[in-house]
């Protein structure tokens, strides 16, 4: 953001800052005079509708016998802490001789030198500020920058005639975008070439890498034929992809145009409202409508808006600037501009706070009596969403019932037309059990309670024919790995999974039971999307300002976003063995069968369960398949990725031991972490689970899966798993050299506080589900046995009782029912349970109390 004025406004974490130079009156005529830089803190005030100042800060500056003048300020991260900072770059000019220096300003409003240089010229084209911090600019067609680093200006081998943008690309760091004369084949006659292919060839568009002094094509990033024409660019998005560079931007043209490129490809374009545009940036509002401010050199400003094509949403002139950023906290970003008011000298006296939809503020209206009526406007709309949130939620429930009565008329359908066939080949139907179907009865059948239960009992044994998809073996060291891969329908219905390996031969001196280990392990796919999403499940967290270039190096290689896709692994149960016994019988065939609990769901909303003891399939193994290395894990590097298949990933995490720390910095971001993993570590990710990455560096370390998880930019999880507790340590005393020293590094004993916490509330409710459904099963045998009792009773005649009390008989008759009316009743209130019921209920309930307390305690020590 470069100012012709004398203040400088820049946007910092929704506040906007005013940098200020207060001159002495005569400094010419005194030799100590000083110059003081004072920076303004004002935040918004949603009551008040103005801003307001939180807070100030000033530096002092000594101006004998010179000019001092501010030159542009912006954010740039500080390469110390990898912290965002205002960064302000500060000219000092004595006779022929000028001075630079940078200044960086802390969250104390304390201003810290940077650097500085010297020049003998002044710098007047394309000067930039990016992460470092450090300095771009453009003298003399050549290009020359300096960082905080090196404190030395270094000059770039190219020739350029102007500098559209500057900033991060995946893969490649800091990226300089410029125009340069277009280098024409020595056999070409510039002569020859016509004036409009002069005009177009005479000039190219090309990228240059400061840190490896390297160039970029300009055709993956916009057509040749526009280099000529293009004035500004902002890089929205970067990637590789199978070692090839795709990058979006928009570009702004000397035509007046602004124009959105994707892949090298223009997808869209619109005519602007002004001429002379001179810059643009994003901004992301609530509705996640993706905008573009656009400068132009008069003093005008308009909004691009991007949905299904490019168009002018807004425009403004007299702007004096625009500024983007979550100025009332609403946890997505408005536009800030500032109009010039020559009546008016207070700083940010004429402004509008506008995201083109709910949001809109704007200055030198009174709200006091319109504030009721926005609220309610607020209000009225907030109550519309949440209408219509619930006609759709309501619209969906309707969808799924349609679609459960379409599947159950297919049964139907399916069961007449198996009935029909039987008719017509002569063959007995047999017809299916109605509960099993999910069909009721339409006759009032009286089963025998006993004879139900029992026919439940064997439906709870049954299994699939084919319930397995797959069935795996790998060997890892020493240790041998079993996989069996179950169908989703059938995996759902069970709990307490495991399996077990028993040898085929008739081994009379041995036991041919295996000691082995179960574990089921569950993975996580991470998937992104180039383009913008148009809807969300739900609205969104409050954020931080939109950051369009992240510095986190493990975000800038495999890039991952909220959404996110369970893979097989969940599906798949894995024992572990050792294998030098089994090597022992040279070849060997193992029975592979699989222990679980099935769930059946009875018709009183119960839940059964069964233990079943099914067989999945066999295995071989021989000497000379290892020898050969048929069931070696295979672990190779592909470019960025590792092509480990899904199989050996759960092989190796199945004999590896999980250990999980929580890391926190207070004053540093977590940065180091990302460079120890992919540097130092020589990590890569696994194309089939991008969470976690393989270590490829040489030793006891290769083969450790490390997997990082930030919280925040100074809080995270790091998950390693390691064969053994050297490797563990080998790896921390590694970590703790690159860590700052204020780091914090503690052990996870019991998993991490928010997986816990959804533990605990799974067992929470199954606890509950549990005591109700006991309750539910023992009022419904209480009621069958009082309508037992009361059918029993209808032995005695019901005759008038005038009638009874005629006669000593009918008087005898009344005391029966009478007595037996006071039994039934005790009996009522006196309800018994049949001991092995009893005994089952309890058994139940105190297993799921127990699960939950369990977790109680892993989250107490956690």
Same mark, same amino acid.
């Given at each position: 953001?470069?100012?012709? *004025?004398?203040?400088?406004?820049?946007?910092?974490?929704?506040?906007?800052?005013?940098?200020?130079?207060?001159?002495?009156?005569?400094?010419?005529?005194?030799?100590?005079?000083?110059?003081?830089?004072?920076?303004?803190?004002?935040?918004?005030?949603?009551?008040?509708?103005?801003?307001?100042?939180?807070?100030?800060?000033?530096?002092?500056?000594?101006?004998?016998?010179?000019?001092?003048?501010?030159?542009?300020?912006?954010?740039?991260?500080?390469?110390?802490?990898?912290?965002?900072?205002?960064?302000?770059?500060?000219?000092?000019?004595?006779?022929?001789?000028?001075?630079?220096?940078?200044?960086?300003?802390?969250?104390?409003?304390?201003?810290?030198?940077?650097?500085?240089?010297?020049?003998?010229?002044?710098?007047?084209?394309?000067?930039?500020?990016?992460?470092?911090?450090?300095?771009?600019?453009?003298?003399?067609?050549?290009?020359?920058?300096?960082?905080?680093?090196?404190?030395?200006?270094?000059?770039?081998?190219?020739?350029?005639?102007?500098?559209?943008?500057?900033?991060?690309?995946?893969?490649?760091?800091?990226?300089?975008?410029?125009?340069?004369?277009?280098?024409?084949?020595?056999?070409?006659?510039?002569?020859?070439?016509?004036?409009?292919?002069?005009?177009?060839?005479?000039?190219?568009?090309?990228?240059?890498?400061?840190?490896?002094?390297?160039?970029?094509?300009?055709?993956?990033?916009?057509?040749?034929?526009?280099?000529?024409?293009?004035?500004?660019?902002?890089?929205?998005?970067?990637?590789?992809?199978?070692?090839?560079?795709?990058?979006?931007?928009?570009?702004?043209?000397?035509?007046?145009?602004?124009?959105?490129?994707?892949?090298?490809?223009?997808?869209?374009?619109?005519?602007?409202?002004?001429?002379?545009?001179?810059?643009?940036?994003?901004?992301?509002?609530?509705?996640?409508?993706?905008?573009?401010?656009?400068?132009?050199?008069?003093?005008?400003?308009?909004?691009?808006?991007?949905?299904?094509?490019?168009?002018?949403?807004?425009?403004?002139?007299?702007?004096?600037?625009?500024?983007?950023?979550?100025?009332?906290?609403?946890?997505?970003?408005?536009?800030?501009?500032?109009?010039?008011?020559?009546?008016?000298?207070?700083?940010?006296?004429?402004?509008?706070?506008?995201?083109?939809?709910?949001?809109?503020?704007?200055?030198?209206?009174?709200?006091?009596?319109?504030?009721?009526?926005?609220?309610?406007?607020?209000?009225?709309?907030?109550?519309?969403?949440?209408?219509?949130? &619930?006609?759709?939620?309501?619209?969906?429930?309707?969808?799924? *019932?349609?679609?459960?009565?379409?599947?159950?008329?297919?049964?139907?359908?399916?069961?007449?037309?198996?009935?029909?066939?039987?008719?017509?080949?002569?063959?007995?139907?047999?017809?299916?059990?109605?509960?099993?179907?999910?069909?009721?009865?339409?006759?009032?059948?009286?089963?025998?309670?006993?004879?139900?239960?029992?026919?439940?009992?064997?439906?709870?044994?049954?299994?699939?024919?084919?319930?397995?998809?797959?069935?795996?073996?790998?060997?890892?060291?020493?240790?041998?790995?079993?996989?069996?891969?179950?169908?989703?329908?059938?995996?759902?219905?069970?709990?307490?999974?495991?399996?077990?390996?028993?040898?085929?031969?008739?081994?009379?001196?041995?036991?041919?039971?295996?000691?082995?280990?179960?574990?089921?392990?569950?993975?996580?796919?991470?998937?992104?999307?180039?383009?913008?999403?148009?809807?969300?499940?739900?609205?969104?967290?409050?954020?931080?300002?939109?950051?369009?270039?992240?510095?986190?190096?493990?975000?800038?290689?495999?890039?991952?976003?909220?959404?996110?896709?369970?893979?097989?692994?969940?599906? &798949?149960?894995?024992?572990?063995?050792?294998?030098?016994?089994?090597?022992?019988?040279?070849?060997?065939?193992?029975?592979?069968?699989?222990?679980?609990?099935?769930?059946?769901?009875?018709?009183?909303?119960?839940?059964?369960?069964?233990?079943?003891?099914?067989?999945?399939?066999?295995?071989?193994?021989?000497?000379?398949?290892?020898?050969?290395?048929?069931?070696?894990?295979?672990?190779?590097?592909?470019?960025?990725?590792?092509?480990?298949?899904?199989?050996?990933?759960?092989?190796?995490?199945?004999?590896?031991?999980?250990?999980?720390?929580?890391?926190?910095?207070?004053?540093?971001?977590?940065?180091?972490?990302?460079?120890?993993?992919?540097?130092?570590?020589?990590?890569?990710?696994?194309?089939?689970?991008?969470?976690?990455?393989?270590?490829?560096?040489?030793?006891?370390?290769?083969?450790?899966?490390?997997?990082?998880?930030?919280?925040?930019?100074?809080?995270?999880?790091?998950?390693?798993?390691?064969?053994?507790?050297?490797?563990?340590?080998?790896?921390?005393?590694?970590?703790?050299?690159?860590?700052?020293?204020?780091?914090?590094?503690?052990?996870?004993?019991?998993?991490?506080?928010?997986?816990?916490?959804?533990?605990?509330?799974?067992?929470?409710?199954?606890?509950?589900?549990?005591?109700?459904?006991?309750?539910?099963?023992?009022?419904?045998?209480?009621?069958?046995?009082?309508?037992?009792?009361?059918?029993?009773?209808?032995?005695?005649?019901?005759?008038?009782?005038?009638?009874?009390?005629?006669?000593? *008989?009918?008087?005898?008759?009344?005391?029966?029912?009478?007595?037996?009316?006071?039994?039934?009743?005790?009996?009522?209130?006196?309800?018994?349970?049949?001991?092995?019921?009893?005994?089952?209920?309890?058994?139940?309930?105190?297993?799921?109390?127990?699960?939950?307390?369990?977790?109680?305690?892993?989250?107490?020590?956690?």
């Amino acid at each position: 953001m470069l100012l012709s *004025e004398q203040d400088q406004f820049l946007s910092y974490n929704g506040e906007v800052l005013v940098f200020q130079l207060s001159k002495p009156k005569h400094a010419e005529e005194a030799d100590d005079k000083t110059v003081n830089l004072c920076v303004r803190r004002m935040v918004f005030n949603r009551d008040t509708k103005l801003f307001v100042q939180k807070s100030s800060g000033v530096f002092n500056m000594r101006a004998s016998h010179s000019k001092v003048e501010m030159i542009c300020c912006s954010c740039t991260t500080d390469s110390r802490t990898g912290i965002i900072l205002p960064c302000i770059l500060m000219k000092n000019k004595k006779r022929n001789n000028v001075k630079y220096f940078l200044l960086l300003l802390h969250s104390s409003n304390q201003f810290e030198p940077s650097f500085y240089f010297k020049l003998d010229y002044e710098l007047k084209e394309d000067i930039r500020l990016f992460a470092g911090p450090s300095l771009l600019w453009r003298h003399a067609n050549k290009l020359f920058y300096i960082s905080s680093n090196t404190c030395v200006v270094q000059s770039a081998p190219v020739q350029l005639s102007s500098v559209v943008w500057t900033g991060e690309i995946v893969g490649e760091g800091t990226v300089v975008l410029g125009i340069r004369t277009a280098c024409l084949p020595e056999t070409e006659d510039p002569a020859g070439f016509s004036v409009s292919d002069r005009a177009i060839w005479g000039s190219e568009f090309f990228g240059y890498t400061v840190q490896t002094q390297k160039m970029l094509s300009g055709t993956c990033f916009m057509p040749h034929a526009y280099s000529r024409v293009v004035s500004s660019v902002y890089v929205c998005k970067s990637e590789r992809l199978k070692k090839q560079l795709r990058v979006s931007l928009v570009a702004i043209t000397h035509k007046n145009q602004l124009i959105w490129f994707q892949n090298g490809v223009p997808k869209g374009v619109c005519e602007l409202p002004y001429e002379k545009p001179c810059s643009v940036q994003p901004a992301l509002t609530s509705s996640n409508d993706l905008l573009f401010v656009v400068s132009f050199a008069s003093g005008s400003s308009c909004v691009v808006q991007r949905r299904d094509s490019l168009q002018v949403a807004s425009k403004w002139q007299k702007v004096k600037c625009v500024l983007v950023d979550d100025f009332i906290g609403s946890g997505s970003e408005q536009l800030l501009l500032l109009f010039k008011d020559d009546s008016n000298t207070d700083v940010l006296s004429t402004f509008k706070i506008t995201d083109l939809g709910e949001v809109n503020y704007a200055s030198g209206i009174n709200y006091e009596h319109d504030v009721p009526a926005a609220e309610g406007l607020q209000e009225n709309c907030l109550l519309t969403v949440r209408a219509l949130e &619930t006609r759709l939620q309501a619209g969906w429930t309707s969808v799924r *019932e349609l679609q459960q009565h379409l599947g159950l008329q297919k049964k139907v359908i399916h069961e007449s037309c198996r009935a029909l066939i039987d008719l017509v080949e002569e063959r007995p139907h047999i017809l299916p059990n109605s509960k099993e179907k999910g069909l009721v009865s339409l006759w009032d059948d009286v089963e025998n309670p006993a004879d139900s239960f029992s026919r439940e009992t064997l439906f709870a044994c049954k299994v699939p024919e084919h319930f397995t998809e797959e069935l795996w073996q790998r060997v890892v060291g020493d240790s041998l790995v079993v996989g069996v891969k179950l169908k989703e329908s059938f995996y759902l219905s069970l709990s307490d999974v495991s399996l077990s390996l028993v040898m085929d031969q008739d081994f009379s001196s041995i036991s041919p039971i295996i000691k082995c280990q179960s574990k089921i392990i569950k993975l996580n796919k991470a998937f992104s999307a180039l383009a913008v999403s148009s809807s969300q499940i739900e609205p969104p967290p409050k954020k931080m300002k939109l950051d369009l270039h992240s510095k986190n190096d493990l975000k800038k290689e495999f890039p991952k976003r909220s959404s996110r896709i369970q893979l097989d692994g969940a599906k &798949t149960v894995t024992a572990v063995t050792s294998l030098s016994p089994l090597l022992a019988f040279h070849r060997v065939c193992c029975v592979v069968l699989l222990h679980a609990r099935k769930q059946n769901h009875q018709s009183d909303s119960s839940q059964q369960s069964k233990k079943i003891t099914v067989l999945c399939g066999k295995i071989l193994l021989s000497l000379e398949d290892i020898s050969n290395g048929r069931y070696s894990i295979k672990m190779l590097r592909d470019n960025s990725y590792c092509t480990g298949s899904m199989e050996d990933i759960l092989a190796v995490l199945a004999v590896s031991v999980r250990f999980s720390f929580q890391i926190v910095s207070c004053d540093c971001t977590l940065t180091p972490v990302s460079s120890w993993l992919l540097g130092e570590m020589e990590c890569t990710p696994f194309k089939e689970c991008q969470d976690n990455i393989f270590c490829h560096k040489a030793g006891n370390i290769h083969g450790t899966i490390f997997n990082w998880a930030l919280k925040n930019p100074f809080e995270g999880v790091l998950t390693i798993f390691c064969r053994n507790l050297t490797v563990l340590f080998q790896c921390l005393h590694s970590l703790t050299r690159v860590l700052p020293p204020s780091c914090r590094v503690k052990l996870l004993r019991s998993g991490s506080k928010g997986g816990l916490t959804e533990q605990l509330a799974l067992a929470l409710e199954k606890e509950m589900l549990t005591l109700k459904n006991s309750l539910f099963l023992k009022e419904t045998k209480a009621e069958n046995s009082l309508t037992w009792e009361t059918e029993s009773g209808k032995k005695i005649n019901n005759a008038p009782l005038a009638s009874l009390l005629d006669t000593e *008989e009918g008087v005898q008759q009344f005391r029966k029912k009478l007595q037996h009316e006071r039994e039934e009743s005790v009996r009522s209130m006196n309800q018994t349970m049949n001991g092995a019921l009893y005994q089952k209920i309890a058994l139940k309930i105190a297993e799921a109390q127990l699960s939950s307390d369990m977790i109680v305690w892993r989250l107490a020590k956690s």
